[in-house]
């Protein structure tokens, strides 16, 4: 019985923790200038773009647990929308600028 109690004391203390933890917001890579750009440095703007990606479905996968948390707190829940939806905001931004930058890169660099 008193292990049926801890279990979901410690349920309930994590559960509680998950609500109030902050979830961190990946920082935006800059696209690099694809007009001046040298090969290595698109290639490490991929990469950057890449790790912002994964980077960013870990926030939202964070924010979707705190979510789940906060059934009852509709402001709460509301911030958390919108923080939500300002990652996928800028992931497509992200993505938007390497793009631009790849368009500038093969124009200045010709075959």
Do not use: W
């Not at 920082?27 to 694809?34: F, I, K, L, Y």
Request: charged share 20%.
């Amino acid at each position: 019985m008193t292990f049926l109690r801890t279990s979901t004391f410690i349920a309930l203390l994590a559960g509680a923790t998950l609500a109030n933890a902050a979830c961190d917001a990946p920082e935006m890579p800059s696209a690099p200038d694809g007009s001046t750009a040298t090969m290595d440095e698109m290639i490490a703007g991929q990469q950057a773009v890449k790790a912002f990606q994964a980077d960013s479905l870990e926030y939202r996968g964070c924010l979707d647990e705190v979510m789940l948390s906060l059934e009852h707190d509709l402001e709460r829940y509301q911030t958390q929308t919108e923080a939500y939806n300002a990652s996928v905001s800028a992931e497509e931004s992200v993505a938007g600028a390497f793009n631009s930058a790849i368009g500038a890169y093969k124009a200045a660099n010709p075959k």
